[in-house]
C-alpha cells in the first residue's frame, strides 16, 4: 500500500494555502512550480484534488521513459526524463496530473528574427493536456509527497485547518480493525425480510 495524502472537506475553507505552499517549495527545489494539488469547490464543501498514489501506477505504465517510478511508497515523477507525450494524464482516472511549460534558458520568449515571421498570438487556454506553446516543453507534474523534504509533504504542514493529513499503511491497518471491531459489535435488526418463504405443498 502506498502512503497517500487525504483531505477533509469539512475542516477544508478554500483558502489556496496549500497550492501556495507546494509550488513555492517545488520552486526552491529547481522543479516545476505548477501546484501539484487543486482546490476544488461546490456549493457546500471545498477540498484539494491530488494524486491518489494508486498501487498500480497506471501512469508509470504507460511512460515510455520510465520517469514515473515507485520509490518509498508513494509514485514519483522524474520532470528531467519527461519526454511531454502527456500519456501518464491520459492514463491517470483521477485527472491528477497536470502539464507545466518549460523554456530553455537562453532562448528568450517571443524571439523573431528576419528568418522567421512573428509567431501567431497564443489561443485562449483550454486544458494543459490540450494547450500547445510553440517553445515550450510541457512537463508533467504530479505529487510527489514532498520527498525531497524532511519535513514532509508542504500542504500537509501549512494547512491552517489541519483539513489535510498523510496516510500510510499503520493507518489503514487501525481503521480497518476498528471498522471490523464495529461490524462484530452491531446488531443486524430484523432479518426475516431475507429468509426464503416456505413452500406449500
Known sequence: MNRFIIADSKLCMGCHTCEAACSE??????????????VMRDANDSAPQMCH????????????????????????LNESLCVSCKLCAIACPFGSIEF???????????????????APPAPARVSSLIDWVPGVRAIAVKCDLCSFDEDGPA????????????????????????????????TLGDLTLFTQPEVKK
Open 100 to 118: 507545466s511549460g518549460s523554456r530553455p534558458i537562453h532562448i528568450p520568449a517571443n524571439a523573431n528574427s528576419p528568418k522567421a515571421p512573428p
Open 155 to 186: 500542504c500537509v504542514r501549512t494547512c491552517p485547518t489541519k483539513a489535510l493529513r498523510v496516510v500510510d499503511n499503520n493507518d489503514i491497518a487501525q481503521s480497518s480493525k476498528r471498522k471490523r471491531e464495529l461490524t462484530l459489535g452491531a
Open 25 to 38: 517549495t517545488h520552486r526552491l527545489h529547481g522543479l516545476q512550480s505548477m501546484p501539484r494539488l487543486k
Open 53 to 76: 498514489q494508486c498501487e498500480d501506477a497506471p501512469c508509470a505504465g504507460v511512460c515510455p521513459a520510465n520517469a514515473i517510478t515507485r520509490v518509498d511508497g508513494a509514485v514519483h
